[in-house]
């Protein structure tokens, strides 16, 4: 089970836009000069993603796309179900025939890891992730030299 590059970069790009959004749109072309995605794959990224209502845009100069909703009612399953990314465990995509078209002896176990997965992506929001970065540059920010002893006269 894998995810595919669609998949992380509409989360990455997402989470991009969560951390500078605000008052003005981002544009697509400063998320992928930042990101290193391609601006062609995120223009497909983001058709998808303002299909599924988790982003807006605006047109014309200063015009780029912000979030649709807040960061707490986003989560990472939301964004990886716009883009079309399945996250599947079995080797027959869910359809039970991966053993001589039959079901195998194990996907119980996979369609149980499938669900494990949705429901932590369901419970990663962006404001989560948005957290999780902040809580980062702190700990960047913070001197982490020790002392120097100083010996007493």
Same mark, same amino acid.
Not at 36 to 39: G, V, Y
Not at 49 to 58: A, F, I, P, Q, T
Not at 130 to 142: F, G, R, W, Y
């Given at each position: 089970m894998r995810l595919t590059t669609k998949g992380r970069f509409a989360v990455t790009a997402m989470? #991009?836009?969560a951390? &500078?959004?605000?008052k003005n749109p981002v544009t697509l072309a400063g998320i992928s000069e930042r990101q290193?995605?391609?601006?062609s794959y995120l223009e497909q990224l983001f058709s998808r993603? &303002? &299909?599924? *209502?988790?982003? *807006?845009?605006?047109?014309g100069p200063g015009g780029g796309y912000y979030l649709a909703k807040t960061l707490g009612n986003i989560s990472v @399953? #939301?964004?990886i179900r716009a883009v079309d990314e399945p996250i599947d465990?079995?080797?027959c995509g869910g359809k039970e025939n991966c053993h001589d078209e039959?079901?195998?002896?194990?996907? #119980?176990?996979w369609m149980g890891l499938n669900a494990h997965i949705y429901d932590y992506l369901d419970n990663v929001t962006l404001a989560t992730l948005? @957290?999780?970065? #902040? *809580?980062?540059? *702190?700990?960047?920010?913070?001197d982490r030299r020790t002392p120097k002893m100083t010996l007493a006269a």
């Open positions: 989470l #991009d836009l951390l &500078r959004g605000g290193d995605i391609s601006l993603l &303002r &299909r599924h *209502e988790l982003v *807006e845009s605006v047109r @399953a #939301d964004i465990s079995t080797h039959h079901r195998c002896l194990t996907h #119980d176990l948005v @957290a999780k970065q #902040d *809580e980062c540059k *702190e700990k960047v920010m913070q």
